[in-house]
C-alpha cells in the first residue's frame, strides 16, 4: 500500500521553484514501496528537486539507489524539516536538535544505509547529522575498538602497524 506523508494537498503561492509548488508526488525506492509525498517536502532533497525542473509533469519518482526503510526515513526527516524551519513554526532550535539527536538513535546497519541514501538524493543537513552521529560513535576510541565496534578487518602486518603508530605517535600525545 503507498504511505502518504504531509497533509491534504493545498495549492500555495511558493517561493521556491515552480516545479516545487505544492502538489502531491510518488516517489518509489528500488525494492517498490511507495511513499505518496508533497512537492514541497520532496524538495528538500536536492537531487529529486532537480529532476522535477528538468520534467515538471513528472507525477512520479524512481529511486534505483535507495530502499524502501531509508526512504521512508529520508522522507520523515525532510517534512519534520519543512514544518519545523519555517519561520512561524513556533519549533525552537533546541527543540530541532533534540528531534535530530532522537532521529538518529537507530542501529548501525540502518545509519549506513541512511547516510548512503542522503548522499544520494543530496540532503545535507540529514548527511551531516548522519556522518556526525558515526564520528560520535568513533570519538576517543583505539583503532582495535574501532575495528571491533564496526567489524572491521585488521589488515596490516604488526610490522606496518608499529611503523605506523611510530610515524603518527604526536596523534596520541
Not at 524538495?43 to 531509508?70: A, F, R, W, Y
Not at 512561524?88 to 533546541?94: A, R
Amino acid at each position: 500500500l503507498p504511505l502518504t506523508f504531509g497533509r491534504p494537498i493545498e495549492f500555495v503561492v511558493s517561493w521556491q521553484h515552480k516545479a516545487c509548488i505544492m502538489a502531491a508526488i510518488v516517489v518509489i525506492s528500488e525494492d517498490g514501496q511507495e511513499v505518496t509525498v508533497e512537492k514541497e517536502v520532496v524538495c528538500l532533497c536536492k537531487m529529486i528537486k532537480t529532476m522535477l525542473e528538468v520534467s515538471e509533469e513528472q507525477d512520479s519518482i524512481s529511486l534505483p539507489n535507495v530502499k524502501g526503510k531509508e526512504l521512508l526515513k529520508v522522507m520523515e526527516y525532510c517534512r519534520y524539516h519543512y514544518d519545523a524551519d519555517k519561520p512561524d513554526s513556533g519549533i525552537s532550535s533546541t527543540d530541532k536538535k533534540a528531534w535530530d539527536e532522537e532521529f538518529v538513535k537507530i542501529d548501525k546497519e540502518t545509519l549506513f544505509s541512511l547516510i548512503l541514501a542522503a548522499n544520494y538524493l543530496d540532503v545535507r543537513g540529514l548527511l551531516d547529522l548522519a556522518c556526525q552521529t558515526v564520528a560520535n560513535m568513533l570519538k576517543g576510541r583505539t583503532p582495535e575498538e574501532i575495528r571491533s565496534e564496526f567489524n572491521i578487518k585488521n589488515d596490516l602486518s604488526p610490522e606496518e602497524e608499529a611503523q605506523i603508530k611510530r610515524e603518527n605517535a604526536w596523534i596520541l600525545q
